[in-house]
């Protein structure tokens, strides 16, 4: 058998944590509990002290991103045209951001017809920028200024129909990490991107040895000193 790639485990270990959490209501010490059974389980060579701080980074993160049994979506051609036409950087990035969430909730839902319901503040969260509430009201209505989307009637309804998905266009791009829409938009258009060798989370690429994120650097300088006091002390002994 072939020995399991540690960032596909990883990529396991996250998805597992989101569900224990979400579906079944699970808190972190439960989630830590069982991840550690599922690595009994999976792995013959598993080793707790090496997967203790990945495990416990899991746990304490499940909570912070829904889980979504969405493989990914496709962007088509017509799309990424549509958006690069409006050549305002900001504004390219929130009608990509709002695209995938659209694509997103017609996944989930078959009936969802290009509806997009999520708060402004998540979707500017989403979207990587960062702005006042008035200018985010003023940047939506731009877009609808432009046509390309709508907002719905009922004033305490804060839903956005977006208008300008070409279903019939070719699939170009897919995105499988709805974590930071607006630098999936800024790497398509060539900006200096790169995903954290741990998370796959997009970083800004700011030197050709940066690898990490800098959450996952700091996982990593701690494990590193966790072996090295360990190896230490056995060694005294
Ligand atoms: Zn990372």
Same mark, same amino acid.
């Given at each position: 058998?072939?020995?399991? #790639?540690?960032?596909?485990?990883?990529?396991? !270990?996250?998805?597992?944590?989101?569900? =224990? =959490?979400?579906?079944?209501?699970?808190?972190?010490?439960? %989630?830590?509990?069982?991840?550690?059974?599922?690595?009994?389980?999976?792995?013959?060579? =598993?080793?707790?002290?090496? /997967?203790?701080?990945?495990? *416990?980074?899991?746990?304490?993160?499940?909570?912070?991103?829904?889980?979504?049994?969405?493989?990914? %979506?496709?962007?088509?051609?017509?799309?990424?045209?549509? %958006?690069?036409?409006?050549?305002?950087?900001?504004?390219? @990035?929130?009608?990509?951001?709002?695209?995938?969430?659209?694509?997103?909730?017609?996944? @989930?839902?078959?009936?969802?017809? #290009? /509806?997009?319901? #999520?708060?402004?503040?998540?979707?500017?969260?989403?979207?990587?920028?960062?702005?006042?509430?008035?200018?985010?009201? !003023?940047? $939506?209505?731009?877009? @609808? #200024?432009?046509?390309?989307?709508?907002?719905?009637?009922?004033?305490?309804?804060?839903? %956005?129909?977006? $208008?300008?998905?070409?279903?019939?266009?070719?699939?170009?791009?897919?995105?499988?990490?709805?974590?930071? $829409?607006?630098?999936? /938009?800024? !790497?398509?258009?060539? *900006?200096?991107?790169? @995903?954290?060798?741990?998370?796959?989370?997009?970083?800004?690429?700011?030197?050709?040895?940066?690898?990490?994120?800098?959450?996952?650097?700091?996982?990593?300088?701690?494990?590193?000193?966790?072996? /090295?006091?360990?190896?230490?002390?056995?060694?005294?002994?």
């Amino acid at each position: 058998m072939e020995s399991p #790639d540690p960032a596909q485990i990883r990529s396991s !270990l996250g998805l597992l944590a989101r569900y =224990y =959490y979400f579906e079944s209501g699970c808190q972190k010490e439960d %989630i830590m509990e069982k991840l550690d059974a599922f690595m009994e389980r999976h792995y013959p060579r =598993y080793h707790p002290v090496d /997967w203790s701080l990945s495990i *416990e980074k899991h746990a304490a993160r499940a909570a912070k991103y829904p889980l979504c049994q969405c493989p990914g %979506i496709w962007v088509t051609q017509q799309e990424l045209q549509t %958006i690069s036409d409006i050549n305002h950087k900001v504004l390219e @990035r929130l009608a990509f951001t709002l695209l995938c969430l659209a694509r997103f909730r017609n996944f @989930r839902n078959e009936n969802n017809h #290009d /509806w997009v319901n #999520d708060s402004n503040a998540e979707i500017y969260k989403l979207a990587c920028i960062n702005t006042t509430a008035f200018e985010k009201d !003023l940047k $939506l209505s731009q877009l @609808r #200024d432009m046509g390309l989307i709508a907002f719905a009637k009922k004033v305490d309804n804060p839903s %956005i129909h977006v $208008l300008f998905l070409h279903k019939e266009s070719e699939p170009v791009l897919f995105i499988r990490d709805f974590r930071k $829409l607006g630098l999936e /938009w800024r !790497l398509y258009k060539g *900006e200096p991107y790169i @995903r954290c060798a741990n998370c796959g989370i997009l970083i800004k690429k700011t030197s050709n040895s940066k690898k990490y994120c800098p959450e996952c650097a700091q996982l990593s300088a701690a494990q590193k000193k966790y072996h /090295w006091d360990l190896q230490h002390k056995q060694r005294r002994h």
